[in-house]
């Protein structure tokens, strides 16, 4: 991004944005019963590389997973050696996001 002066058009301030590119994938964990399940699978799930942030919801047995590159099955191969039953990755096709369907 670039400011230019109005008088003679001269750059003022330059500033170069590196944009990248964020990925996030959501998964139907089964097994996640508390709060301590939950706090365990963030912390676990962060652990891959790529990955950058975490959020499980308990009520609805789903993870959200983001970062620069989220590889599907390394959360698998985690959350099966953590205990807990990878039921698949999420996926919303719809505008409305209504259709949902597992992999």
């Known amino acids: 991004m670039k400011l230019f002066c109005a008088y003679d058009n001269s750059v003022i301030f330059e500033c170069y944005l590196e944009l990248i590119q964020m990925m996030t994938k959501t998964f139907l964990i089964e097994g996640m019963t508390c709060r301590n399940c939950k706090s365990f699978i963030e912390l676990s799930l962060k652990t891959i590389s790529g990955v ?52």
Request: contains cysteine; negative net charge.
């Open 52 to 103: 950058d942030d975490v959020i499980a919801d308990l009520a609805n047995c789903q993870v959200r997973v983001s970062g620069e590159e989220v590889d599907s099955l390394s959360v698998k191969q985690l959350v099966e050696d953590s205990g807990y039953y990878f039921k698949g990755e999420i996926h919303h096709h719809s505008a409305k996001g209504s259709d949902v369907w597992y992999s």
